[in-house]
C-alpha cells in the first residue's frame, strides 16, 4: 500500500515466513455472525435491551481477548500471552482505515479532518452522512463502517473547538456534547 501511495521503502533487515494460519479468522467470523444474530433475529432474541446489551458484550468481547492476549503478566508462561496477534490485529485495522480513507479521497476527493481510533471524520456541505461519504456504510460487513447519523452544522462554535489547541479527545468531547446538545433543542 505504501509503495501505491508513492512512498519509497527501504528494508534493513526482515523475517519472512513462508505459511501462515489464520488462527482468529473463524472465531471473528463466529463473533460478528452472533453479533448480526443479536440485531436481527427478533424472533429468538425477543427483548430489545437484551438484545442490544448481549450484541456490545459480544463486542466487548472481540476487543477484551485481543487486548488482554498483550498482557505480559500471568503467574505462568502461557499461550495466551500473545503480544504479537495484538500487534498483528491493531496494524491490519490502521491499515484497512488508511486503505479506506484512501479509497473515499480518490473516489470523492473528500479526507478525514479527524480521525480517533476507528472513526473517521469528514466534512461536507451535505446534510445526510449516508450521501455525503456512501462508500463507508458497510454496517453488515466485518471491518465495515456504520453511519451514526452524526452530523454537525460547522458555525463558528464548531470552527472554535475544531482549531483550538486542545486534544484531539477534548475535541471530540467538545463535538459529541455539541451534536447531543443540538439533538435536544431540535425537539
Not at 433475529?41 to 481477548?65: G, L, M, P
Not at 489547541?165 to 446538545?181: F, I, M, P, S
Request: glycine fraction near 4%; include cysteine; hydrophobic fraction near 35%.
Amino acid at each position: 500500500m505504501l509503495k501505491d501511495t508513492g512512498h519509497t521503502i527501504k528494508l534493513y533487515e526482515g523475517w519472512v515466513y513462508p505459511e501462515y494460519h489464520e488462527v482468529l479468522k473463524e472465531w471473528a467470523k463466529l463473533l460478528w455472525t452472533q453479533r448480526l444474530d443479536f440485531r436481527d433475529n427478533k424472533e429468538t432474541w425477543k427483548h430489545e435491551i437484551c438484545r442490544e446489551y448481549a450484541r456490545s458484550a459480544t463486542k466487548d468481547i472481540a476487543v477484551a481477548t485481543i487486548g488482554l492476549s498483550s498482557f505480559s503478566h500471568f503467574e505462568e508462561k502461557t499461550f495466551k500471552a500473545r503480544p504479537d496477534w495484538r500487534c498483528q490485529a491493531v496494524a491490519g485495522t490502521r491499515a484497512l482505515m488508511f486503505y479506506n480513507m484512501l479509497k473515499v479521497q480518490e473516489k470523492t476527493g473528500r479526507t478525514p479532518v479527524m480521525v480517533k481510533t476507528d472513526a473517521l471524520y469528514y466534512m461536507s456541505n451535505e446534510s445526510d452522512p449516508a450521501k455525503a461519504i456512501p462508500l463507508l456504510d458497510k454496517v453488515d460487513s466485518l471491518g465495515g463502517y456504520k453511519n451514526d447519523g452524526w452530523s454537525l452544522e460547522v458555525d463558528q462554535e464548531v470552527l472554535s473547538v475544531l482549531t483550538s489547541e486542545d486534544g484531539e479527545n477534548t475535541h471530540l468531547q467538545k463535538l459529541n456534547a455539541l451534536v447531543e446538545e443540538r439533538r435536544h433543542a431540535s425537539k
